[in-house]
């Protein structure tokens, strides 16, 4: 990634000695670097997930943001209905004139009047409910609902603003945190390196101890007694292989 500190190109690969591999791998606490990347990534993941959410609501709202009555006032009563919604605004002045004349129980109020679309409430007695939806109908209205909230709407926006710009700061914050993880980039290399080798050293050795015509033992001895051994092998069988 990029936030690992990088060598210098004219610099070349690290080059270390077995010794200086194992005492390397013995006290870094690689542990901890990928225990802090793993939560750097659910931060991430966490605020990315957030703030879509976040900006999602921010768009499916801001229409509203001139309702001057609070959300939880906005309710069916006994007699009368609230519906909230859109239709394009080259439709707005027709729709208007076709519901007011239905009657003058009724309230329609323009919202927000965009340039492509506009924002009605309209408030009425629930006896007109079906020709008012007759009318809204033929003008292609999409309903809409607010926020599940308590208060105006410009208040809610103005906390999922807040939200918004926490979630941001918590993004930068994580990238001083990768910065910081990436510092240990070379030691991470060694250490893969390191514990790749071993893999791949046990799962050889448990092939060779595993075929049909071979087996594997494995111990130690006196380095003088090598060749004593190698010469008792010698006379029984030229077919094997003894490592150090």
Known sequence: NDHGKKRGILEGPEVLSNKEVEERVKNFDYEKIVEGCTKVEEKIANAKNNLSALKNELSLYTPWKKLEIPVENIKETVNTKTILGSLKTNNLDDAKEKIIKLSDLISLEVVNKGTADSYLMVIFEKELEREIRQVLTEY???????????????????????????????????????????????????????????????????????????????????????????????????EYELTE
């Open 140 to 238: 292609k209205f999409s309903e809409s609902e607010l926020p599940k909230t308590e208060g105006l709407v410009t208040d809610y926006l103005k906390t999922v603003e807040k939200d918004i710009h926490t979630n941001e700061k918590a993004l930068k914050e994580t990238d001083k945190e990768l910065k910081e993880l990436g510092e240990n980039i070379q030691n991470l290399h060694v250490v893969h390196d390191y514990l790749s080798w071993k893999i791949e050293k046990t799962d050889t050795d448990k092939k060779l101890g595993q075929t049909e015509y071979s087996f594997m033992v494995t111990g130690w001895m006196q380095k003088k007694n090598i060749d004593k051994i190698k010469g008792y092998i010698d006379e029984v069988t030229n």
